[in-house]
């Protein structure tokens, strides 16, 4: 059996996610179905995480074994032909029989991005979240910085019920790099963020308490406040999918 390596871009705007779910579209199901056309095989493709419907994705890395022989440069033309515009495999390699996309990956980089123009561009709104109040970008980048390090993000993963909550020591990740950009040609706010796993939502949830502080809603250090809260009532709303993209998975 090989042991294919792809690495994915998508919009994700017309996709429930990544992970495949009975009668919905997402992204695992389309690139799986395109597989089965051209190998006649059932397989299972694992990606190096879920991203949420409405997430994108650059770089996305996923893997699945098969008997075929088709060569990888041609497997990718043929998936690529078959597969939605949205959806395009930039590369496919051999890789070790025993690589794994998810269980290998070390490191992930995630880019928020947000519009801060008047008016939103049709030609940008799948790929940013729109907020034209002006947002103070010193105060982010500080709160943004406050997030390096290793610690327990249970404020800023998904809110779950008392009877699926993961433990909390689930819940620490190591972010190794957490900053704010200004793009000023195109009045894009990013917030990039580089890290060795996420939490659901977790990337979206720190842009969302980053858009509070550039409010004037909150201080920089009431980041820490809240980590130590290790409750997600603490934390800024949940900042729209379409802003957040999977930029690079680290091996």
């Given at each position: 059996m090989r042991n294919l390596r792809?690495?994915?871009a998508?919009?994700?705007a017309?996709?429930?996610g990544w992970q495949r779910q009975p009668d919905l579209p997402t992204v695992q199901a389309a690139i799986e179905s395109a597989i089965a056309r051209l190998t006649g095989e059932s397989v299972a493709l694992h990606g190096s995480g879920r991203t949420d419907a409405g997430v994108h994705a650059l770089n996305q890395v996923a893997n699945f074994k098969t008997a075929s022989p088709i060569p990888c440069a041609n497997l990718r033309r043929a998936l690529n032909d078959l597969l939605p515009p949205t959806v395009r495999i930039k590369r496919i390699e051999e890789a070790a029989e025993s690589f794994h996309a998810r269980y290998d990956a070390r490191a992930k980089t995630y880019r928020y991005r947000i519009l801060q123009t008047p008016v939103a561009s049709p030609f940008l709104c799948r790929f940013t979240?729109?907020?034209p109040e002006p947002l103070a970008r010193k105060p982010m980048r500080e709160a943004a910085q406050g997030l390096e390090g290793e610690h327990?993000?249970?404020?800023?993963a998904a809110a779950l019920d008392d009877a699926s909550r993961e433990s909390k020591a689930n819940n620490v990740r190591r972010i190794f790099e957490s900053r704010v950009l200004w793009h000023a040609r195109t009045s894009i706010l990013i917030y990039e963020v580089r890290g060795n796993g996420f939490l659901p939502h977790m990337v979206r949830n720190i842009a969302g308490t980053l858009i509070e502080v550039g409010r004037g809603k909150l201080e920089p250090r009431n980041v820490m406040r809240i980590l130590e809260a290790r409750d997600r009532a603490f934390a800024g709303p949940t900042a729209p999918a379409q802003g957040l993209v999977l930029v690079r998975v680290e091996y």
């Open positions: 792809l690495t994915i998508y919009d994700g017309d996709f429930h979240a729109h907020f327990d993000f249970t404020s800023f």
